[in-house]
């Protein structure tokens, strides 16, 4: 039976828990441990729920993007827009246009949600390209190949690995390197009976991989550490919400001088459909006893203390200070300077860790000079009023002619 139901708390954790307000350990505390690591779809759940998730994700790949950046040298372009070519001015125009912008931010927000991200890139002729044969040069499912195309790329997708039925799986494997040859994409569409399902050739993909902490391809989510200390802090919440809910439906107290009247009683009243949670005593003294036990009030410091410790361990895992997590305004002046620092220099290194897969983007886009520098996000330090304000400097001055006016008395 425990292990029936430790399988079931998997399940609805993933695709079939989609839409279940249960999460792991609910089932069997067993199934919660911080040893174990959490699935892609637990991740892309909580993530989905979560502020602190999204905050150690898309806070982060928000601030990296915002700025956007300079290139070196400046490339005028003349591409598409509302089915004739136009002369963009800038690069930078053109992927504001084509939506290069907000692919390339959520592949670097689901990267360092999953570890690894990749970018499709495609040329507008992939309704003409042939079919993919497997090993055995089998094709039955007439699903299309994108094989590297010599037609400058127009667009491009961000995809995270196979997840709920959508994302990417890794075809064919080089042997030697281990690097991915080919991608298998799917993409439930709405209302239609059969998936989009096609394949790429590595030659039209850029991976976007978090930074390692491990030996291994890919690169390591950026909410590991923090991800089961979340999970903690919801059940503490929910436990507080269930027992507030409980007292604002009511309590029905009835008195039971022993069990067999008890029994009596409950028989007599039967099932009923009201929303009050009912109780049994023998005496006042044990009444006051259950009330005590129901009612939060003696836990809720207790309860305060520990989301407390488990917010220091999520800002500490996130590189990120308290008042920031908590949405405390930025500033530049004493503790608050070094909270912006300290923040900002994750930003700034996550910047330089993520240059070579945008500038491999903007190559893929025609950019002949990939080089550029990243905008800064950081907020500035005020400047700071001169030693003479413009009041003293009035001041002065009438001083000044005062002392003239004098002089030119005498």
């Given at each position: ?53 999204q905050k150690a994700t898309v806070w982060f790949a928000g601030e990296i993007m ?345």
């Open positions: 039976m425990g292990d029936s139901i430790r399988q079931l708390d998997l399940e609805d954790t993933g695709l079939a828990g989609a839409g279940s307000g249960y999460i792991r350990g609910d089932y069997d505390p067993k199934n919660f441990s911080y040893k174990k690591l959490p699935t892609r779809s637990e991740l892309l759940l909580l993530f989905l729920r979560n502020p602190k998730i915002r700025m956007r950046w300079e290139f070196d040298l400046e490339q005028p372009i003349i591409a598409p827009k509302h089915g004739t070519d136009y002369p963009f001015k800038a690069f930078n125009k053109w992927l504001e246009w084509i939506g290069f912008m907000q692919e390339a931010l959520k592949a670097v927000m689901w990267s360092l949600l999953f570890g690894d991200t990749i970018l499709v890139f495609y040329d507008g002729e992939e309704k003409n390209a042939e079919e993919y044969q497997d090993a055995s040069g089998n094709n039955e499912y007439h699903r299309l190949h994108l094989k590297k195309s010599d037609n400058p790329m127009l667009k491009c997708k961000a995809f995270y690995e196979m997840n709920r039925g959508n994302g990417y799986v890794i075809e064919k494997v080089d042997d030697f390197f281990g690097i991915p040859t080919i991608y298998r994409i799917q993409m439930r569409t709405y209302k239609s009976t059969e998936n989009v399902i096609y394949y790429v050739d590595a030659a039209r993909v850029v991976r976007f991989s978090a930074p390692q902490k491990e030996l291994k391809y890919s690169g390591t989510s950026n909410v590991t550490t923090i991800y089961h200390d979340c999970l903690v802090q919801e059940q503490i919440k929910r436990a507080v919400a269930v027992q507030a809910n409980l007292l604002q439906s009511g309590i029905l107290a009835i008195k039971a001088s022993n069990p067999t009247e008890k029994n009596l009683v409950a028989d007599e009243i039967g099932d009923s459909f009201s929303s009050m949670r009912r109780i049994f005593y023998s005496n006042p003294e044990e009444l006051d006893k259950l009330f005590k036990l129901i009612i939060p009030d003696l836990n809720i410091n207790q309860m305060a203390m520990l989301s407390e410790l488990m917010q220091k361990d999520i800002a500490t895992g996130m590189d990120m200070s308290i008042s920031n997590l908590e949405g405390a305004p930025q500033g530049a002046l004493s503790s608050a300077e070094y909270d912006t620092l300290n923040t900002y220099a994750k930003v700034h290194q996550l910047q330089a860790h993520y240059t070579r897969a945008m500038e491999e983007a903007f190559f893929m886009l025609g950019k002949q000079d990939t080089t550029f520098t990243w905008g800064d996000p950081a907020p500035k330090t005020p400047e700071k009023d001169a030693p003479n304000s413009t009041e003293d400097g009035d001041n002065s001055s009438e001083k000044s002619n005062d002392n003239s006016n004098e002089d030119v008395t005498i």
